[in-house]
T-cell receptor, first 115, second 113 residues
Framework: SAVISQKPSRDICQRGTSLTIQCQVDSQVTMMFWYRQQPGQSLTLIAT?????????ESGFVIDKFPISRPNLTFSTLTVSNMSPEDSSIYLCSGKDRGRQETQYFGPGTRLLVL | AQSVTQLGSHVSVSEGALVLLRCNYSSSVPPYLFWYVQYPNQGLQLLLK??????LVKGINGFEAEFKKSETSFHLTKPSAHMSDAAEYFC???????????FGGGTRLMVKP
């Protein structure tokens, strides 16, 4: 199975600032995703990170607020821009294993608190 | 389109008792089904998955789930709960290997001594 790491693991930020979250996978994955998990809730897909091109965003999420990069097969970043307290969530990176494409593995998450 | 419903946002059992977490899905085609577990302050860990092979799927930590097409269900069970099973459990569905996951609302399992 793919091993996925994220940095930072948690952060406390001031409103109006931006935070970039990094996701590193230890092996090649076919697809990478970014999810948001608001307090006490389930996971919501933000976008699919596409290698070398613009991410594909889900309804309700826009590139200006959540710019995403994926420069190669094993690395992606998510930026939460111009943060407000409503952005306080856990942000999780995930990837589909190249060998078992039906299976999605998740990173440990980044816990963000915006004051 | 697919959707997942988890009945019961909170389930409490005694240590040693049967664990039953319910998941019903809606899908236009035979789906792939997954159970993930999230321990406190951690990410999601795959417990088990159904991908159109055996309908009874065994996963890690003694958990298993049975795919019942007639009931559109994929309930998660464990014969005997352990204190370490206390966590949030998520059921998820995808239409095919290349499709994205849709998650249920999650069920928080509490285990009483």
């Amino acid at each position: 199975s793919a091993v996925i790491s994220q940095k930072p693991s948690r952060d406390i930020c001031q409103r109006g600032t931006s935070l970039t979250i990094q996701c590193q996978v230890d092996s090649q994955v076919t697809m990478m995703f970014w999810y948001r998990q608001q307090p006490g809730q389930s996971l919501t897909l933000i976008a699919t990170a596409n290698q070398g091109s613009e991410a594909t965003y889900e309804s309700g999420f826009v590139i200006d607020k959540f710019p995403i990069s994926r420069p190669n097969l094993t690395f992606s970043t998510l930026t939460v821009s111009n943060m407000s307290p409503e952005d306080s969530s856990i942000y999780l990176c995930s990837g589909k294993d190249r060998g078992r494409q039906e299976t999605q593995y998740f990173g440990p998450g980044t816990r963000l608190l915006v004051l | 389109a697919q959707s997942v419903t988890q009945l019961g946002s909170h389930v409490s059992v005694s240590e040693g008792a049967l664990v039953l977490l319910r998941c019903n899905y809606s899908s236009s085609v035979p789906p792939y089904l997954f159970w993930y577990v999230q321990y406190p302050n951690q990410g999601l860990q795959l417990l088990l998955k159904y991908t159109s092979a055996a309908t009874l799927v065994k996963g890690i930590n003694g958990f298993e789930a049975e795919f019942k097409k007639s009931e559109t269900s994929f309930h998660l069970t464990k014969p005997s709960a352990h204190m370490s099973d206390a966590a949030e459990y998520f059921c998820a569905v995808s239409l095919n290997a290349g499709n994205m996951l849709t998650f249920g609302g999650g069920t928080r399992l509490m285990v009483k001594p």
